[in-house]
């Protein structure tokens, strides 16, 4: 088989798995729209602050030390403990769970009613105040996440490739623990929503809020739900991303590569996220393989959004989302 | 008695009141690259802290840091600087290519020096045209031929292939140009690999390079890339002592997400790393100690602290010399100016300071305000958890460097309706 074929395959399939990574994203952004309409601009920022709270747990580093430190004189900074992964992703899910229940209560109960784009506004305060927050509670500094997860190349592979193809394909081992984590969580989430009285009713507040009240269905626990569910979400892509690069504050800009996802799969739709990752994905690597080095490279950034704008250009409403019907 | 208040009061605003020399701090201790920024900030203001605590200031006069947040962003760093010119700012360190670009022709109306030690633009070594940019020790075009030059050391270079993965920016792009010339001098190929900002995702990258297999890899990064570079490189194995990065991606923030992987790692350095160094110990014993580090005091002796306390050095050094040329105290920006062109680094001077070896021997010019470009490698240590020097500093090829600088300020005088002089 040629190279260059082989090479092109190679790429397809680390495409595919990025296109997983993409979709863990823009999961948390879907899950909120489709219950409350809300773009929620502060999803990225949730991924890095979830992924701090989860390191700043197993490190046992003291909450807002620094701030403690300069007010009182004191010179805390850790507990002197180290929690392991599975406890202190557990505690982290928690904190994300008051994290929605306060962003809930001091916000959208009093926007309830309002326009999109005043919701839109409020997300975008938000992540600024999250990120405020993120900086004091734990710092600014780079933390290295180990939860465990296997890195590097995937040997066998490699070797199984080699064999076949005489040339060894890379594949990491850490996208690959993303799909796998990913096809639970969306297995997860389609079971939670289709077998469970909560899911029911988030699926009936996501179809019609008012007839959902109607039949006593609480949208203030719904809404909690929902972003506690996303802030969930938000701490498993953060742990995928912040295992590449350790969790530092850029984590956030992951939203970026979030949104062509959105506007090619859909912003109501769970598999529309996942296949719109795929296909981000894949058309990314493939056109930075093929075309990018004719044109200087680094097309990525601009060409996820140019196949993202193809599609909207004969769906608007994207690959999976619900047709857009406007009654006059 | 209120009579004598008011006179008294009279009296002492009449009088001449000792002015600080003032120092802006343009940092960045929020956003993505807070990370970064944090280290350089805690080190330019705590050395100016040391001699105000230690010696009164600077001949006399205390130093006084004008911090002010660009979060990286050169909107921002442009409203800094004019926020902040007025309070008799002597000189600039913009800590940002991109703010750079902005103030060179600004602080050049104004009169006052810019510092942009180790990035901005690298033809303002010709001071003849650029008369208040100065970027000693050291540019990007140096950090390019050090970086060939270590190569050369370890065996021939011909008909080798040498990747270049870079920040797709201005930044990034800045050695491009000196490795061409270089590598048809040398008769290397060089392999141009862009990575877009911020550099979260680049498997496309690092599977070109795993399939084109270059010798050796350099690295132009900022911020997340770094991290995320230095982590595929290990995922596709690619031999770490082959992996070269400039300075800006040479500090234990990028390293250390790696963990052991990083080990052997090298990075371009114009200044000596870690704190074994008399200074430290005073700057443990009147700055730490009394409760007076910037931030929260634990960055003291990474290499980015290393960094800012550097520049803080030499910017000291610069109003020293400013004050003996002028035989003020309490100097001009035009002053300071003067004073950074006749600044002379000697390894007697730096050993008197307590840095010993700490950078490289330099004499500044008119002619010339980049200094000697001279540069080291440094490693990184992963078990130990350090950056060890591996080369002395050493000299760039000027023939080729001095031809570029030469052709771009010319232009750059020419757009700008300069007539180069000293």
Known sequence: MPDQLLFAMEVMLNGLMAGVLYALVALGFVLIFKASGIFNYAQGVMALFSALTLVGIMDGQIPFSHLINAIFGTDLHHFGWHVPAVVAIFLTVIVMAVFAWLVQKFIFR??????????????????YFLEGVGDLMWGSDIKKLDVGLPQGINEWIDITTFEAFGYGFFIDNLDISATIVAIILVAGLIAFSQYTKQGR?????????????????SLNFIWILVWSIAGFVALVAGIMWGAKSGVQFSLSLIALKALPVLMLGGFTSIPGAIVGGLIIGVGEKLFEFLIGPMVGGATENWFAYVLALLFLVFRPQGLFGEKIIERV | MRLLAMATAAVMAASPVMADLVFPSLSYRTGPYAANGIPFADGYEDYFTLLNERDGGIGGVPARVLECETGYNTEKGVECYEATKGEGALVY???????TYQLIPKATADGIPVHSMGYGRTSAKNGAVFSNIFNYPANYWDGASHAINHIMSLGDISGKKIALVYHNSAYGKEPIRTL????????????????DHPGQEQKSQWLQIRQQRPDNVLMWGWGVMNQVAIQEAANIRYPMENFIGIWWSGSENDVLPAGEKANGYKALTFHNLGKDYPLFDDLQKYVVDAGKAAGAGDQIGTALYNRGMYAAMLAAEAAKTAQELSGNAEITPAEMRDGMEALEMTEAK????????????????CENHGGNGLGAVAQ???????????????????????????????AFAAESGITPSC
């Open chain 2, 180 to 195: 061409e010339e270089l590598s048809k001098k040398h008769g290397f190929e060089l392999m141009l690999v862009p990575v």
């Open chain 2, 350 to 365: 730096m050993a008197a300071l307590g840095l010993p070896n700490f950078g490289p021997e330099f004499k500044v010019s």
């Open chain 1, 201 to 217: 009713a988030l699926r009936a507040v996501a179809d019609d809020h008012q007839a959902a009240l109607s039949v006593g269905i």
């Open chain 2, 380 to 410: 990184w240590d992963a078990a130990a958890g350090s950056w060890n020097l591996i080369t002395g500093y050493e000299a760039s090829d000027q023939d080729v460097i001095g031809a570029l600088v030469d052709e771009d300020s010319a």
């Open chain 2, 93 to 99: 360190q913009p800590l940002s290519t991109g703010i």
């Open chain 1, 110 to 127: 009093h926007l309830v009613n309002q326009e999109p784009i005043l919701l839109f506004m409020a997300t975008i305060g938000l992540a």
